[in-house]
């Protein structure tokens, strides 16, 4: 569905990302795992043109979107939920969830959607006339997520979701995860929580400065001794 | 009704009909500023243009006053469109640090070209109408002419459908979205330069539309924009930059205040005392005196 192939992307003189190639099928949850600063971000920014890529090529449903502005990808079915959350404050829940179906012309497909997320979201249902500049960070998380499920998308690109997260919320976030899933959304999840993101997703990568240095399937990652020592701290 | 009582009522009225058309001006700067980052200081030449639009349709075409004031609100949309597309956009390609200077001293620059293209097309004169509606209305012995009670009604209905827009319709509702996280509103589908265009030209759309509608009281006139310029920048400053909602309560109150300066000090007083009050909001109230608190200093 999501093919990466051999992509370079800098920060003006400063290469960030060296030849990274990924892939990820149709109805996968893929994970991609790694230090602060190894690039993972700079992955997901990659894809979705918020930086420009210098080398290398990514294909979505086919398509070539290697440089394709980022409203252009929505309309594809690629929703992406940043860490910077970039909700609008000044609105309120309904509204910010309103604007996550901003390519949705049919009416009565909106209306489905926001069923379905306020199902995934019980807490969003009960507030939606608060203003999104008012919630704690857990309840803005969810409405990030939920402004992306908004758009109907075949494939949905988080970018640590539970950071910031108290406990419960974390697994909250996780359970959504696993949820839409089950409803043929594929997922990308971009995580330093390594232990809860194995148990959620099918396969991983994993990057330490700017490259793929492994990538396997959750259950070889988690019995893996690199992975032991480096991410979970256990010997 | 007593002395005193009719003044203030005098006042009060005179103050209205002044200031529905100074928030009229203040919505679309405001709203330039708030979406596009633009100190916008070539707004007033876009409420010339409106004025010359409807002085060359009404006087030289025949239209009437209604499809005067239209068509001048057609033509600033389009100039507007037209600005945009060929000054703010490449300059925002090529521009990332220092935009709002940039784009203050772009604004001048098509200001002092606007002003002076006006004074070579058209002449150093006045042309004015002497009235759209003819006759007068009379409440509780004030004669006030149709002009301005008309005058006073576009603009508020304006104003009002203006709103419906921002917030009742997925083009507005986008528009705000970009006013408050442009990268969040690109990441739900919103295109850009599509939002800076549209709101660009509705912004000389509302400015252009003043200039027509108050053509009979002031006639256009090359460097006619300054004023209104300074009363719309006054708005702003009071209510706080780019809160849209706010210009308009903003521009009651500043038409209140300087009528209320004119009647009581003289005239020329009205000046005197706006600016000393632009200097109280700025040592005292920097961020003016309706900024949103409780909502955007929460925001991430």
């Known amino acids: 569905m999501l093919e990466i192939s051999g992509i370079d992307t800098s920060y ?97 497909i909106i209306k489905e959607t926001f069923n379905r997320v306020f199902e995934l979201f019980p807490r969003l249902a009960e507030r939606k006339k608060q203003y999104a500049g008012t919630m704690s960070g857990g309840e803005r998380q969810m409405l990030a997520i939920a402004r992306g499920i908004m758009s109907n998308p075949k494939m949905l690109i988080l970018d640590e979701p539970s950071m910031g997260l108290a406990p419960q919320n974390v697994l909250a976030v996780f359970e959504t995860i696993k949820k839409l899933s089950a409803e043929k959304v594929t997922v990308l999840i971009v995580e330093q929580n390594v232990n809860t993101t194995l148990t959620v997703a099918d396969r991983a990568y994993v990057m330490e400065q700017g490259r793929i240095v492994m990538e396997g399937s959750s259950s070889q990652l988690q019995g893996d001794d690199h992975i032991r020592k480096m991410y979970m701290g256990i010997a | 009704m007593d002395m005193d009582s009719m003044q203030l009522f005098n006042i009060v009225l005179t103050g209205v009909l002044r200031g529905g ?23 007033g030449e876009f409420y010339m ?54 784009t203050f001293l772009l604004t001048l620059g098509i200001s002092i070209v606007l002003q002076n293209g006006a004074k070579m097309l058209w002449g150093n004169t006045y042309r004015g109408i002497t009235q759209y509606w003819p006759g007068k209305v009379s ?33 507005g509702r986008a528009i705000r979205a970009v006013s408050q996280d442009e990268t969040g509103a690109s990441i739900v589908g919103v295109n850009l330069n599509v939002i800076h265009t549209l709101t660009f030209a509705l912004s000389c759309l509302l400015a252009g539309l003043a200039g027509a509608i108050l053509l009979s009281i002031s006639p256009a006139y090359p460097f006619m924009g300054v004023q209104p310029l300074y009363k719309s920048w006054f708005v702003l400053i009071l209510v706080g930059m780019g809160n849209i909602g706010a210009s308009i309560y903003g521009g009651l109150l500043v038409g209140l205040l300087e ?42």
């Not at chain 1, 970039?86 to 009565?108: D, S, W």
């Not at chain 2, 003289?266 to 005197?272: A, E, L, Y």
């Not at chain 2, 632009?278 to 925001?299: E, N, Q, Y």
């Open chain 2, 139 to 171: 409440i509780a012995s004030f004669n006030i002419s149709n002009d301005r009670i008309a005058g006073f009604c576009i603009a508020m209905v304006t104003i009002a459908i203006f709103w419906l827009f921002l917030n009742k319709t997925t083009m």
């Open chain 2, 49 to 102: 243009l409106g004025a010359y639009f409807s002085y060359f349709t009404y006087t030289y075409f025949h239209f009437g006053p209604i499809s005067s004031i239209l068509l001048a609100a057609v033509g600033t949309f389009i100039l507007g469109a037209i600005a945009e597309k060929t000054l703010f956009y490449p300059l925002r390609k090529r521009s990332k640090k220092n935009w709002i200077m940039n």
């Open chain 2, 259 to 300: 009528t209320f300066a004119y009647m009581k000090f003289g005239s020329g007083w009205q000046d005197v005392v706006s600016l000393a009050i632009i200097i109280m909001i700025l040592i005292f109230k920097p961020r003016g005196l309706f900024a949103k608190k409780g909502v955007k200093s929460v925001s991430e």
């Open chain 2, 21 to 43: 058309l100074y928030a009229l001006m203040a919505v679309g700067l405001s709203l330039v500023f708030g979406v596009m980052n633009i100190p916008n200081f070539a707004h």
């Open chain 1, 12 to 108: 003006g003189n400063l290469q960030v990302l060296w030849d990274v190639s990924l892939n990820i099928g149709e109805g996968e949850i893929v994970a991609v795992l790694g230090p602060n600063g190894s690039g993972k971000t700079t992955m997901l920014k990659s894809i979705m043109n918020l930086v420009s890529v210098k080398r290398g090529k990514i294909m979505f449903l086919g398509q070539d979107i290697t440089g394709k502005p980022i409203h252009e990808l929505t309309r594809l079915g690629l929703a992406f939920v940043p860490e910077e959350r970039h909700l609008f404050p000044a609105m309120t829940v309904m509204e910010n969830l309103l604007l996550g179906a901003y390519t949705i012309r049919n009416k009565k």
